[in-house]
């Protein structure tokens, strides 16, 4: 049945830094999603890719209702005259982005809201090439909601008259993601690996993977939970309590953590310490240039750990800093000259792969590290804290009032303070939000929150209790409180 949708009154969906997302039955409803969808279909068929098809890839996680929403979507698409392929079963991410591409889709629509608390849900745009949609894609199907009738083609008339085709995508990635890696090291190896999904779409995945090879694998928190266990699926140290406990009980020799949809990485040593992002994305860099020989452009966010400049630095990498989101990263990925596209949240892309943040293929290539070096990761994050210097960070998040974010963050770009701490503060960013960098190579950056009701605080210094230092003085330069 068309849905009827009443204009007056009804909030307009708003995308932010990856793609629309809502809280459940309050902004983020059947509705709303109609109304996106319709405006997708608009633009694609007015602005289709160069050598793309009519049609669309959408795929959904294991939230709640992300199946429906996700029928929902194909079937306004294939109201429009597209065809759809669409996800069976709740599907990683990179899985539909690698679809997208590969299909020759004029884009594609993921039904996540990734890290976000189990009340959201939301809508991910990919575009033709693989990777998430830019600012320009955002705003005009923004500008087009509402602009024509929703056009909604029923779903089993769509599948039978073949509008929409039901395929498993994960096949195919699974096959890409082996391909990325030297397998064959990986396979030949004892490793023991464990894997928390999270509760998220991540589930089985390792253990298909490495389903034949000598590695054993140990998954946790693999089964389906909407409300992802009572924590936030996303890949940081304060979520991992109980995979922590459980790895001291049963030593592993590494943990991967992959979030709600897949598409970005954390992790444990194996013996319950927690890995951050930085960390992991150090290993993985050190990892290209000093074992794989490999060179090339390096894109980061300008959150991301500073000890990623000495790294670049150190093997004659060129290194680029861009703004907070992958929507910044997936063009560049397109430029065969860059490496590696890497996040202070857990994403990571790499050449040669699909221009999109892939927390499967982050956990494969962490294996071939361990395979080639055969050391402990505690010894490899050893090996870099001594060659450059200790690197400690830490963030967290302030809840201000609606819509008072841009004004905070122009405030302090006006007022900066003199000192962090006890060191002058020498530079002033505003790529994105504000960032302070002391003398002494300690940084402090604030920023409103792009998918979430929350302004960020991000520290980096030399010691753990510097860090602690410097969020405090963020939180008193917002004038709030942490939530």
């Given at each position: 049945m068309v849905l009827e949708i009443l204009k007056q009154g009804m909030h307009k969906p708003h995308f932010g830094t990856d793609g629309w997302r809502g809280v459940i039955a309050g902004e983020f409803t059947f509705a709303n999603v109609a109304r996106v969808a319709q405006a997708t279909a608009?633009?694609?068929?007015?602005?289709?890719?160069?050598?793309?098809?009519?049609?669309?890839?959408?795929?959904?996680?294991?939230?709640?209702?992300?199946?429906?929403?996700?029928?929902l979507t194909a079937e306004v698409l294939a109201g429009n005259g597209l065809r759809v392929i669409l996800t069976p079963v709740p599907t990683p991410t990179p899985a539909v982005s690698l679809a997208v591409r590969d299909q020759g889709a004029v884009g594609g629509v993921m039904i996540t809201a990734s890290h976000n608390p189990?009340?959201?849900?939301?809508?991910?745009?990919?575009?033709?090439?693989?990777?998430?949609?830019?600012?320009?894609?955002?705003?005009?199907?923004?500008?087009?909601?509402?602009?024509?009738?929703?056009?909604?083609?029923?779903?089993?008339?769509?599948?039978r008259s073949q509008r929409i085709i039901v395929r498993d995508l994960m096949p195919a990635h699974f096959a890409a993601v082996r391909r990325l890696v030297d397998f064959k090291a990986i396979a030949g190896t004892k490793l023991r690996v464990a894997h928390d999904p999270m509760f998220g779409v991540g589930a089985g995945c390792f253990d298909t993977l490495l389903a034949g090879t000598r590695c054993r694998v140990s998954t946790f928190?693999?089964?389906?939970?909407?409300?992802?266990?009572?924590?936030?699926?996303?890949?940081?140290?304060?979520?991992?309590?109980t995979t922590s406990s459980w790895l001291r009980r049963n030593?592993?020799?590494?943990?991967?953590?992959?979030?709600?949809?897949?598409?970005?990485?954390?992790?444990?040593?194996?013996?319950?310490?927690?890995?951050?992002?930085h960390q992991i994305i150090c290993l993985l860099i050190?990892?290209?240039?000093?074992?794989?020989?490999?060179?090339?452009?390096?894109?980061?966010?300008?959150?991301?750990?500073?000890?990623?400049?000495?790294?670049?630095?150190?093997?004659?990498?060129?290194?680029?800093e861009v703004g907070i989101g992958f929507k910044y990263i997936a063009p560049e990925l397109l430029d065969p000259a860059v490496l590696l596209g890497v996040e202070e949240s857990g994403s990571i892309g790499y050449r040669g792969h699909v221009p999109e943040r892939d927390?499967?293929?982050?956990?494969l290539w962490l294996l071939e590290l361990l395979a080639t070096r055969g050391r402990s990761v505690g010894q490899l994050l050893g090996e870099l804290t001594r060659r450059y210097g200790p690197h400690h960070y830490d963030r967290?998040?302030?809840?201000?009032?609606?819509?008072?974010?841009?004004?905070?963050?122009q405030r302090l770009a006006e007022n900066p303070p003199t000192r962090l701490s006890r060191s002058p503060v020498t530079q002033v960013v505003t790529l994105d939000g504000v960032k302070f960098i002391a003398r002494d190579g300690s940084w402090l950056m604030l920023r409103g929150s792009g998918t979430e009701p929350l302004f960020r605080v991000y520290a980096e210094a030399s010691s753990p209790e510097r860090v602690q230092q410097l969020l405090a003085q963020g939180r008193r330069l917002v004038g709030v409180v942490s939530v």
């Open positions: 608009d633009h694609w068929l007015a602005r289709p890719g160069a050598d793309t098809r009519k049609l669309g890839v959408v795929g959904y996680d294991r939230r709640f209702l992300s199946e429906e929403f996700a029928r189990a009340r959201f849900n939301g809508y991910k745009l990919k575009a033709s090439f693989g990777g998430s949609a830019d600012t320009g894609t955002s705003s005009a199907i923004e500008a087009l909601i509402d602009a024509h009738p929703i056009r909604q083609l029923p779903f089993d008339e769509a599948v928190r693999g089964e389906a939970d909407p409300l992802f266990g009572g924590v936030n699926p996303e890949p940081i140290p304060r979520n991992y309590g030593p592993q020799d590494i943990c991967l953590v992959t979030d709600g949809d897949a598409d970005r990485i954390g992790g444990l040593d194996g013996r319950g310490n927690p890995l951050t992002a050190e990892h290209f240039a000093a074992n794989r020989g490999e060179r090339g452009r390096v894109v980061k966010s300008i959150n991301t750990t500073s000890m990623v400049d000495a790294l670049c630095a150190a093997h004659g990498l060129p290194l680029q927390g499967i293929a982050s956990g967290t998040g302030l809840q201000v009032p609606v819509g008072s974010a841009r004004e905070i963050e």
